[in-house]
């Protein structure tokens, strides 16, 4: 089956780490750009990061220095290590490769 899979999603304080993850399924997965995208309450789906094959990175600039991908080839997953989290990151995290999407994960970044 031809999927993706987020998880990892939850509660967190501002200033404080979440660690989201994705599986994928049904793609040849060594060779997919796979990317992290967001979508908070009322407002339009936006990118996050990348990243490539060879494991090259790309960030928006709202979260560089901030968020971390990587990618586990062995285990078909890709994971968006969040650090210094703010309110403003508060939304719902999709996994994406190519034209697939997963179904996301809630992120909420509250006291």
């Known amino acids: 089956q031809v999927q993706l899979v987020e998880s990892g999603g939850g509660l967190v304080q501002p200033g404080g780490s979440l660690g989201l993850s994705c599986a994928a399924s049904?793609?040849?997965?060594?060779?997919?750009?796979m990317g992290w995208y967001r979508q908070a309450p009322g407002k339009q789906r936006e990118w996050v990061a990348t990243?490539?094959?060879?494991?090259?990175?790309n960030y928006a600039e709202s979260v560089k220095g901030r968020f971390t991908i990587s990618r586990d080839d062995a285990k078909r997953t890709v994971t968006l290590q969040m650090n210094s989290l703010k309110p403003e990151d508060t939304a719902v995290y999709y996994c994406?490769?190519?034209?697939?999407w997963g179904k996301g994960t809630l992120v909420t970044v509250s006291s």
């Open positions: 994406n490769t190519n034209k697939l």
């Open positions: 049904g793609i040849i997965f060594s060779i997919a750009n």
């Open positions: 990243i490539g094959p060879r494991g090259i990175t």
